[in-house]
């Protein structure tokens, strides 16, 4: 390369760089690289920034679990009535954060801490439950573990009907209807939200079944019964909760319609296919199972049910006059078999026009898997109400004999 090639100076930094002299120390060694100090810094920074940041996050993430640390609370037991509800398989965070929503409590954790020392939340049933509005953490906790603020609850055992039942000395068992008036009652500051069984019968008798939440395949046999019977037997037994302060065309949807829940998860439609029935002859089936038999029988009366329909033979079933009479008593007396009415299966053949009863699983159960026999009679034969059966006349007759031996009736 002479020169002029090199007249930009273009490779005047690589020539000086190959002839600048190493300097060495004393001991002949080439001293290191002057270090990089502004990288290196700039390094530490950020791991310092990272460290802190996670720290942070994770103390956040400690103090959300333990509750501890500050947080907002309000003073006191609170202003005004308002209810709640705690869904089935809440934890004490869900009630708290539904606490929070409906302005019980400033903060979920004002709540949390104070549950901390009462073991009692942990036993906070689902339902609803009036509470205070802007109430301490630990005035919410006393509040909700109260049995008192708990409302709406109500138990449907197998067997219960719309109307009261009529039992000696003028005792009265509470029917369905009356059972939801006394559920909606709450005192909400200073008023009552109570709804009467007469509001409650006159909606049952003149709402749309559907609209209530009544299945598909319940409503065009329900329309057709009395005003007064078409709820009857769509009701499953069970424990609901009802929200006080309701309308009543409310309660009924709210009932109906959970109701409809448990009857698909007992298997209805579908459990009907192979019984030569509809689901709702089904259902009716099952009701008189639950009037006529205790548990241990319902799969043979279910047989003789089906023997009777098969042979066409009048049921006679003794439930089934009574059911008009609002009474529970098992016998029936000459008078009240020769009552003209469509539940007197003593004087028509076939099955009654709805259910008479809230029938429970099993006697669903026995109405769609009968026990196998030719049974066509029974009796109650022992004082615990165990029944006997029979295929002839003449057993029957027999059984009756021994069961007013035993004092069965």
Not at 340 to 346: D, F, I, P, Q, S
Request: proline share 6%; glycine share 8%.
């Amino acid at each position: 390369m002479t020169q002029h090639d090199d007249d930009l100076d273009l490779f005047s930094d690589a020539r000086t760089e190959r002839h600048r002299p190493v300097r060495r120390d004393r001991g002949g060694r080439k001293p290191p690289p002057p270090p990089r100090k502004r990288r290196r810094t700039g390094l530490w920074i950020g791991m310092v920034v990272v460290l802190a940041l996670i720290a942070a996050g994770g103390y956040y993430g400690y103090q959300q679990l333990t509750g501890i640390g500050g947080y907002e609370d309000f003073a006191g037991q609170g202003e005004t009535d308002v209810v709640v509800q705690v869904n089935d398989g809440d934890s004490t965070g869900d009630i708290a954060a539904t606490l929070v929503d409906s302005g019980v409590v400033a903060s979920s954790r004002a709540f949390v801490a104070a549950a901390e020392s009462n073991a009692d939340v942990r036993g906070v049933q689902p339902g609803y439950y009036v509470m205070k509005t802007k109430a301490s953490g630990a005035a919410a906790v006393d509040k909700i573990v109260d049995p008192a603020s708990r409302v709406g609850a109500m138990e449907i055992k197998p067997g219960a009907q719309l109307e009261n039942i009529i039992l000696g000395d003028e005792k009265v068992v509470k029917g369905i209807t009356t059972m939801l008036a006394d559920a909606s009652c709450a005192e909400l500051n200073g008023k009552s939200t109570c709804v009467t069984a007469e509001q409650l019968a006159e909606v049952a008798k003149t709402a749309d079944l559907a609209k209530l939440g009544v299945p598909e395949w319940a409503v065009p046999d329900a329309s057709k019964a009395e005003p007064q019977r078409r709820l009857e037997g769509l009701i499953m037994p069970g424990v609901y909760h009802v929200k006080p302060g309701s309308t009543p065309e409310e309660l009924w949807t709210q009932l109906v319609t959970e109701s409809a829940t448990q009857m698909q998860a007992a298997g209805l439609p579908d459990i009907a296919k192979d019984t030569g029935y509809t689901p709702y002859q089904v259902l009716v089936m099952a009701s008189l199972v639950e009037k006529e038999a205790i548990t241990e029988d319902f799969y043979k009366v279910s047989r003789v049910t089906y023997n009777r329909l098969r042979e066409s033979m009048r049921l006679q079933y003794d439930s089934t006059i009574n059911y008009v009479l609002d009474r529970p008593a098992i016998r029936t007396n000459p008078e009240d078999r020769d009552k003209v009415g469509a539940y007197n299966t003593y004087d028509n053949t076939g099955l009654p026009p709805t259910p008479i009863s809230a029938p429970g699983k099993t006697a669903l159960d026995a109405a769609v898997k009968p026990e196998p026999g030719e049974w066509l009679f029974f009796v109650k034969c022992e004082k615990d109400g165990t029944s006997c059966f029979a295929v002839t006349n003449d057993e029957h007759n027999a059984n009756r004999v021994k069961a007013q031996e035993n004092g069965a009736y």
